[in-house]
């Protein structure tokens, strides 16, 4: 490491490069205090205000995304990238329109530093909003990145980052054959964070533009589509960023053996649920909205996932699963090449019913169900000969497993349940008949009167 230079020539340097001194500072405030820099001030709150009117009335007027994937707009018209942006457009203008009129405009050297850190911040936090919406972290991140871009903002503004960078210049090492900075250390994590940033607003975009209007394969298709893209863009975005700042990539070559190596040791289930995971996209076997039963749980696919699909079950809860289990076990698509379900109930009536009008009921009640499909039409087949009951099986067809089964089932069975106590159809409870046999042992003789237990029966 190079030497560093002593503390005086570093505050010396500090001082001259930033302009800070005494003087300067006073006649900054001597010029913030003056009638005239009211001027300013209105400036840059009339521009404020009429930005706000200019988002909300763009907002209203082209905004046709939901609230969480607009980045321009954000939830409201003012909470998106476009508000800051045309607060600093309008601003710029208004400085402008001061310096022509020789009016003093020291407020501008703190607002527009601030409008940009706003202006950076928000694109962030609507970036990562969009392209992760579900992730926990993003909070975190959001905090994180808000608070760094304010402290750049305030060293932009004070006059020291340009004097912090100069030094860093002065703090190197080698790792291996290659002469690191830490001004370049610095730089290249800022060019790598915004090209990750344009990265994800770029396939933010694409995936809501692909997904708009898809549905059912197409919706499979297009997911892996946008997962790719996203993929290959923030790869390209950080080699692209690093080998801006002078970082040979060759030095990464190491870096992505020691990932082979980890992958193929101790990363393979993770590795092979994110080929699975497009596998399952590609083959398109398993689609977004279909009904399948995986290990017992059986719901909707509501999401697939690079790691895992998303099961969503007709009482609301949800099953992740590895799509690993998706590809290398036995799956039910119940919608996969026809969305028509079939489903049966069974009903014991009593024997001596009369079975044609037993069929005729149960099928015209299957009928008045609206969610029962038409064609092919209910049947109605005695199948069983009960313990109890004459026992038929009504299957009907439906082509709305998405709207739930047990419910369907629920109205099928009350409408029969009606339609047998209109026409006194029995029902029988559960019966059983016990038979007792008749007692054929003969009663045992009676004793003479005398003889006891102890009497004696031989002769004397």
Same mark, same amino acid.
């Given at each position: 490491?190079?030497?560093?230079?002593?503390?005086?020539e570093?505050?010396?340097?500090?001082?001259?490069?930033?302009?800070?001194?005494?003087?300067?500072?006073?006649?900054?405030?001597?010029?913030?205090?003056?009638?005239?820099?009211?001027?300013?001030?209105?400036?840059?709150?009339?521009?404020?205000?009429?930005?706000?009117?200019l988002?909300?009335?763009?907002?209203?007027?082209?905004?046709?995304?939901?609230?969480?994937?607009?980045?321009?707009?954000?939830?409201?018209?003012y909470?998106?990238?476009?508000?800051?942006?045309?607060? +600093?457009?309008?601003?710029?203008?208004?400085?402008?329109?001061?310096?022509?009129?020789?009016?003093?405009?020291?407020?501008?050297?703190?607002?527009?530093?601030?409008?940009?850190?706003?202006?950076?911040?928000?694109?962030?936090?609507?970036?990562?909003?969009?392209?992760?919406?579900?992730?926990q972290?993003?909070?975190?991140?959001?905090?994180?990145?808000?608070?760094?871009?304010?402290?750049?903002?305030?060293?932009?503004?004070?006059?020291?980052?340009?004097?912090?960078?100069?030094?860093?210049?002065?703090?190197?090492w080698k790792?291996?054959?290659?002469?690191?900075?830490?001004?370049?250390?610095? /730089?290249?994590?800022?060019?790598?964070?915004?090209?990750? +940033?344009?990265? +994800?607003?770029?396939?933010?975009?694409?995936?809501?533009?692909?997904?708009?209007?898809?549905?059912?394969?197409?919706?499979?298709?297009?997911?892996?589509?946008?997962?790719?893209?996203?993929a290959?863009?923030?790869? *390209?975005?950080?080699?692209?960023?690093?080998?801006?700042?002078? *970082?040979?990539?060759?030095?990464?070559?190491?870096?992505?053996?020691?990932?082979?190596?980890?992958? $193929?040791?101790?990363l393979?289930?993770?590795?092979?649920?994110?080929?699975?995971?497009?596998?399952?996209?590609?083959?398109?076997?398993?689609?977004?909205?279909?009904?399948?039963?995986? =290990?017992?749980?059986? $719901?909707?696919?509501?999401?697939?996932?690079?790691?895992?699909?998303?099961?969503? $079950?007709?009482?609301?809860?949800?099953?992740?699963?590895?799509?690993?289990?998706?590809?290398?076990?036995?799956?039910?698509?119940?919608?996969?090449?026809?969305?028509?379900?079939?489903?049966?109930?069974?009903?014991?009536?009593?024997?001596?019913? =009369?079975?044609?009008?037993?069929?005729?009921?149960?099928?015209?009640?299957?009928?008045?169900?609206?969610?029962?499909?038409?064609?092919?039409?209910?049947?109605?087949?005695?199948?069983?000969?009960?313990?109890?009951?004459?026992?038929?099986?009504?299957?009907?067809?439906?082509? /709305?497993?998405?709207?739930?089964?047990?419910?369907?089932?629920? /109205?099928?069975?009350t409408?029969?349940?009606?339609?047998?106590?209109?026409?006194?159809?029995?029902?029988?409870?559960?019966?059983?008949?016990?038979?007792?046999?008749?007692?054929?042992?003969?009663?045992p003789?009676?004793?003479?009167?005398?003889?006891?237990?102890?009497?004696a029966? $031989?002769?004397?």
């Open positions: 490491m190079a030497d560093a230079p002593s503390l005086s570093a505050g010396a340097r500090l001082t001259r490069s930033a302009g800070l001194r005494i003087d300067d500072w006073e006649a900054w405030w001597a010029a913030v205090t003056q009638p005239t820099a009211l001027a300013a001030i209105v400036a840059i709150v009339v521009s404020g205000v009429l930005a706000w009117f988002s909300r009335a763009g907002a209203r007027r082209w905004h046709k995304l939901p609230p969480n994937k607009s980045i321009i707009f954000g939830n409201h018209g909470d998106g990238a476009l508000f800051p942006a045309l607060w +600093l457009m309008l601003a710029v203008a208004g400085r402008q329109i001061l310096l022509a009129m020789a009016l003093p405009i020291p407020l501008f050297r703190v607002a527009l530093p601030a409008l940009i850190a706003l202006l950076v911040i928000r694109l962030g936090a609507r970036v990562l909003r969009s392209a992760f919406p579900d992730a972290g993003v909070s975190v991140l959001e905090r994180s990145l808000s608070w760094g871009i304010w402290i750049i903002a305030v060293l932009w503004i004070s006059g020291l980052l340009p004097v912090l960078l100069e030094e860093s210049e002065t703090v190197r790792v291996g054959g290659v002469s690191l900075t830490l001004r370049a250390i610095i /730089e290249g994590s800022v060019n790598v964070g915004v090209a990750l +940033l344009l990265a +994800l607003w770029l396939s933010s975009a694409i995936e809501s533009r692909l997904l708009r209007h898809a549905v059912g394969e197409h919706l499979s298709m297009r997911k892996m589509v946008a997962n790719g893209l996203r290959i863009l923030m790869f *390209i975005a950080v080699l692209v960023s690093l080998s801006a700042v002078g *970082i040979d990539l060759t030095a990464l070559s190491v870096l992505g053996g020691a990932i082979g190596v980890g992958i $193929g040791l101790g393979q289930k993770l590795a092979s649920n994110y080929v699975s995971g497009y596998v399952v996209l590609a083959e398109r076997a398993i689609r977004i909205g279909d009904i399948v039963r995986v =290990d017992g749980f059986e $719901g909707q696919v509501s999401d697939i996932r690079a790691r895992y699909t998303v099961i969503r $079950g007709s009482t609301g809860r949800e099953s992740i699963v590895p799509n690993e289990m998706m590809v290398t076990q036995r799956i039910e698509n119940l919608s996969l090449a026809d969305r028509r379900v079939w489903q049966s109930t069974v009903v014991g009536v009593g024997y001596d019913s =009369d079975v044609e009008l037993v069929k005729k009921l149960l099928r015209d009640a299957a009928f008045s169900c609206e969610r029962v499909m038409r064609q092919p039409p209910p049947s109605a087949m005695l199948t069983a000969f009960g313990a109890d009951a004459l026992e038929f099986t009504v299957g009907y067809w439906m082509n /709305e497993p998405e709207a739930g089964q047990l419910g369907l089932r629920s /109205e099928v069975n409408a029969i349940l009606a339609a047998l106590r209109a026409n006194n159809v029995d029902i029988p409870f559960p019966q059983r008949v016990v038979h007792t046999a008749a007692s054929t042992t003969p009663a003789a009676a004793r003479p009167e005398g003889e006891g237990e102890g009497s029966t $031989g002769p004397l």
